[in-house]
């Protein structure tokens, strides 16, 4: 069975940071890239970030020059790092793989909260 585990989430107050993994169990082999959305209730869900099996990244504009995202040296994990967070980065943030086959696979999410 395909896993896909989010972890990192938690509380933290505006301007701090906060570093999300997400290690898959799907092989290296079969990655094409690897990405972070967030999603807050009543609202679709968001790309964040994303990073190919080549290593090209992409950002959403609301967290360019904030955020980091980048894959671990297994390549079956990518880290995003987020800094300066503001009380709108709160959401519950997933993990995607997307396959060669053209199957894209889910986390289970993590919760995200800047609050002071």
């Known amino acids: 069975q395909v896993q896909v585990v989010e972890s990192g989430g938690g509380l933290v107050q505006p301007g701090g940071s906060l570093r999300l993994s997400c290690t898959t169990s799907?092989?290296?082999?079969?990655?094409?890239?690897m990405s972070w959305y967030r999603q807050v209730p009543g609202k679709q869900r968001d790309l964040v970030a994303g990073v190919s099996s080549g290593g090209s990244t992409n950002y959403a504009d609301s967290v360019k020059g904030r955020f980091t995202i980048s894959r671990g040296s297994a390549k079956n994990t990518v880290y995003l790092q987020m800094n300066s967070l503001k009380p709108e980065d709160t959401a519950v943030y997933y993990c995607r793989v997307s396959t060669t086959y053209l199957v894209h696979y889910w986390g289970q999410g993590t919760q995200v909260t800047v609050s002071s």
């Open positions: 799907i092989s290296i082999s079969s990655i094409s890239a």
